[in-house]
């Protein structure tokens, strides 16, 4: 017997969008302690029984949002190693490092919640997120030769990554997404070149193998 995946009901999937753009909207305008359901509702042009049929909270309106940029910044950040079976970091091209494309296309996003108090929830969600696809995802074979906890070098790695990406944002993406991944691939392969045994993210000494 086949079993058939119900699709989301378009109108969900609508009023959802609508009522993370609105939240997104007012949180330019205010911090998010003060923003009301009322205000939500009223910015996305629904009523309360819509946004409660969706959400229970403004907090669970917030996580779902965050949560759609994380998974959408994840498929980013897989982009260069996703279809290949070994994937050598040092041979990556600029063009393939995607993650700063995808901050360019949500710039607003990003900019608002990182000039909001929920920067560092937005930041430790991202770097445990991260943390945990590279975890899963990836295995280094020459980190097994050499004394080197893996955990502390993706967390290492995973924090210049990420303050070097929010350091872009505040200054207000002010460079091009090409310009930082051509930067950030040449700061790896410097690195490499003075630290050879020293392995990073997401271009470094280590070949990967997926799982």
Known sequence: MTRTTSKPDPRILRSKAALRAALLQLMAQKPFHDVTITDIVKQAGY???TFYANYGTKEELLNDMIEAKIQDLLHAFRAPYEKVVAFYPHELHAHSVMIFDHVARNAD???VLTRSEVLPALRE???VSLKQ???EDLHCESCE???IDTELMVIYSLHALLGLIFHWIESGLIHSPSYMQEQTLTFHSKSIRQHKNLPVIPAGSCSYRGL
Do not use: A, D, P
């Open 125 to 127: 969600k991202i770097l």
């Open 133 to 135: 696809i590279i975890m």
């Open 47 to 49: 009523n309360r029984g």
């Open 145 to 147: 030769t050499e004394v």
């Open 109 to 111: 996003f990003y900019t």
